[in-house]
């Protein structure tokens, strides 16, 4: 048996003991993907503490959903979506008010950037874009997702999802090249 | 570095803050959040509607059968008593002739 079988092995069985009401499995898969859900939220709203609020809710809608989830590639793209959809309907509900990096708070980087101030400023440029592309360029650029699985996930078509993120980058470009 | 590398880069995952697996475990555990699921008296409920409803599509069924079987009869009947009728017509014209 290679690594990667079984390594999905395990995340098969561990999705089986949670879905069996097992608390500690659960918790598991938790930390297994809350990095992924947090930085699709910290990416959208540039703020720790919301995307901290927004990653706790997918994870409990999960936990109600749990029977519904078929294996752990299901799951995955499952908290991408809701995790998507999230942020987009809170960013709609509340409108809320997006803050700068300086006040986003230290956050402990999985990994080190090579120019944290090129990092810093691309963020800022990143949540600047309308609400649609910015989750584009994200689940594009953190999730490395091609445009077939984004339209899947936010439910676009894929020839939108291309010009999207085309329109996007080319803000982006223009944006990096009046640095 | 190319725009593309600078856009993973800026757009690396983070790692989610201290204690938040704590968090979410403890809001589960705290009996905010329960799993959904069917209730047996629910499903009980349901098997019962579809057992009836089967039952009752058969017997309108079984109805419309037999109202279609007595329509078709009182048409023949109707048919043979006009021709009865006018055999009876005929046969009077030919004694009285």
Redesign the interface.
Known sequence: MTAIAAEMDTADLTLERAQR?D?DA??KL??QH??????VG??FFNS?DKA?EV??DV??QL?????DITDPVHLTNWLRRVASRRCIDALRRSRFRMVSLDDAGD?????R???PF???R??EH?AALPEAQRML??LR??E?LGPNDISEIVGMPVNTVKSQLHRA?RV??KK?ETR | ?S??S?????????????G??D???N???GH??????VPRIAAAAAALVIVLGGWTIHRVEERREGERAKAQLMTALRLTSKKLQETQQHVQDISTR
Not at chain 1, 63 to 67: A, P, W
Request: charged share 25%; proline share 4%.
């Open positions: 009401g608390h659960f918790a938790v930390r809350e990095s992924m859900v947090f930085s910290y990416h720790a901290s990653a706790q994870f409990l936990y109600r959903s749990l029977q956050l402990p980087v999985a990994a950037t090579t120019d090129l990092a810093r691309m963020s990143i360029v994200i650029y953190q490395e980058l982006l470009r990096l | 570095m725009f593309e600078e856009l993973q880069d800026a757009l690396r995952r983070k790692a989610a803050p201290d938040f697996t968090k979410v475990m809001a589960i555990e905010q959040v329960r799993p959904r699921r």
